[in-house]
């Protein structure tokens, strides 16, 4: 006769503590392909949920945390509920290797790559086309990581395995988004081999860079992994060979100082000049994260002045103020525990 609330996702497994207070019964930490179902048939069951691994919940206001669970294959799970007639994007990858301070994925799924394998990637898509749903359109932390064994070293063969075994399914009628949202690329890995590999098989004519500031001590401080010079390589190799560039940037990271505001404005207007457009973002503390109790970002007014001719043409875009006022309170909340 009870009704229980189960609360699942990044915020309940960076927060689970702060989550059961809101008044949660139960939270799912990290991947629920298996605790999900677990605890449905124990609850079902009458077994009690208690022994899911997997889960936390209060007991007399104690915190109770049942234990992590091993990571899914991805192989044995679909992407999206094809019973219930439902799709979307295919998952091709989780965990990822570099570790920035201010994202919770390697936080959730580990810094060791997993990768969903080609047959299995095809044999959803082949389903999309049966029904005429040929936009294809991929989830994963980095695009051109895909098939690397440490998610840093690339396998140009079988990104282009994956992509051409995809273009034989959907012929000249379908069409393939790669290395664009929610399927970003790092500038580091964009070279004259993985633009080709665009070219080729792929729709998009434009790539999504994750670039993020245009200090290289900003980039150290967050362990980014990549420099500014890779950002500029990333955005001379595209659009060399005729492929747009939209760059991340995230501005208010922690530590960001009035003179790492001024190489930022510098370095967005030389990739302006090249020909790439600038995505903004304001920095939100995440909770698990190494950032996760710095203070919101704020998005510095030279940014805004020096971007004002910018703004108008959709060369500099994004939704900076509502993410700025959504930072303030996730800030808050992390602090106190309030709404």
Same mark, same amino acid.
Request: hydrophobic residues 35%; glycine residues 10%.
């Given at each position: 006769?009870?009704?229980?609330?189960?609360?699942?996702?990044?915020?309940?497994?960076?927060?689970?503590?702060?989550?059961?207070?809101?008044?949660?019964?139960?939270?799912?930490?990290?991947?629920?392909?298996?605790?999900?179902?677990?605890?449905?048939?124990?609850?079902?069951?009458?077994?009690?949920?208690?022994?899911?691994?997997?889960?936390?919940?209060?007991?007399?206001?104690?915190?109770?945390?049942?234990?992590?669970?091993?990571?899914?294959?991805?192989?044995?799970?679909?992407?999206?509920?094809?019973?219930?007639?439902?799709?979307?994007?295919?998952?091709?990858?989780?965990?990822?290797?570099?570790?920035?301070?201010?994202?919770?994925?390697?936080?959730?799924?580990?810094?060791?790559?997993?990768?969903?394998?080609?047959?299995?990637?095809?044999?959803?898509?082949?389903?999309?086309?049966?029904?005429?749903?040929?936009?294809?359109?991929?989830?994963?932390?980095?695009?051109?990581?895909?098939?690397?064994?440490?998610?840093?070293?690339?396998?140009?063969?079988?990104?282009?395995?994956?992509?051409?075994?995809?273009?034989?399914?959907? @012929?000249?009628? @379908?069409?393939?988004?790669? @290395? +664009?949202?929610?399927?970003?690329?790092?500038?580091?890995?964009?070279?004259?081999?993985?633009?080709?590999?665009?070219?080729?098989?792929?729709?998009?004519?434009?790539?999504?860079?994750?670039?993020?500031?245009?200090?290289?001590?900003?980039?150290?401080?967050?362990?980014?992994?990549?420099?500014?010079?890779?950002?500029?390589?990333?955005?001379? +190799?595209?659009?060399?060979?005729?492929?747009?560039?939209?760059?991340?940037?995230?501005?208010?990271?922690?530590?960001?100082?009035?003179?790492?505001?001024?190489?930022?404005?510098?370095?967005?207007?030389?990739?302006?000049?090249?020909?790439?457009?600038?995505?903004?973002?304001?920095?939100?503390?995440?909770?698990?994260?190494?950032?996760?109790?710095?203070?919101? @970002?704020?998005?510095?007014?030279?940014?805004?002045?020096?971007?004002?001719?910018?703004?108008?043409?959709?060369?500099?875009?994004?939704?900076?103020?509502?993410?700025?006022?959504?930072?303030?309170?996730?800030?808050?909340?992390?602090?106190?525990?309030?709404?």
């Amino acid at each position: 006769d009870k009704i229980i609330y189960l609360a699942g996702g990044p915020h309940p497994t960076g927060d689970p503590k702060g989550t059961l207070k809101l008044g949660f019964d139960v939270v799912c930490i990290g991947e629920g392909e298996e605790t999900f179902p677990e605890f449905i048939k124990a609850v079902n069951e009458n077994e009690g949920y208690e022994k899911v691994r997997g889960i936390a919940y209060l007991d007399d206001n104690e915190f109770i945390y049942t234990g992590k669970r091993k990571h899914v294959d991805l192989n044995k799970y679909p992407p999206f509920p094809v019973k219930h007639n439902k799709f979307g994007h295919i998952e091709i990858t989780r965990g990822c290797p570099y570790g920035c301070y201010f994202c919770q994925t390697p936080r959730i799924f580990g810094k060791n790559v997993r990768h969903r394998g080609i047959e299995n990637i095809c044999k959803y898509v082949e389903i999309m086309a049966e029904r005429n749903l040929k936009d294809i359109r991929f989830i994963t932390p980095n695009a051109f990581g895909y098939g690397s064994k440490d998610g840093k070293t690339l396998n140009i063969d079988k990104v282009e395995k994956l992509l051409e075994n995809i273009r034989e399914i959907l @012929g000249n009628n @379908g069409r393939i988004f790669f @290395g +664009t949202f929610p399927s970003e690329v790092r500038p580091e890995h964009v070279n004259d081999e993985t633009v080709d590999l665009i070219l080729k098989y792929a729709d998009n004519k434009s790539l999504v860079v994750g670039a993020q500031s245009g200090s290289q001590r900003i980039l150290d401080l967050c362990h980014r992994g990549h420099t500014v010079e890779d950002i500029y390589n990333a955005v001379t +190799t595209a659009i060399k060979k005729g492929v747009s560039v939209s760059l991340d940037f995230i501005f208010g990271l922690p530590g960001e100082t009035e003179e790492d505001v001024e190489k930022t404005i510098k370095v967005m207007k030389d990739l302006i000049k090249m020909g790439a457009k600038i995505h903004a973002h304001t920095f939100m503390p995440l909770p698990q994260t190494p950032f996760a109790k710095a203070n919101p @970002g704020v998005v510095n007014k030279k940014i805004i002045r020096a971007m004002r001719h910018e703004i108008p043409k959709g060369i500099f875009y994004g939704t900076w103020h509502n993410q700025q006022i959504l930072a303030e309170k996730i800030s808050k909340y992390l602090q106190t525990g309030e709404l």
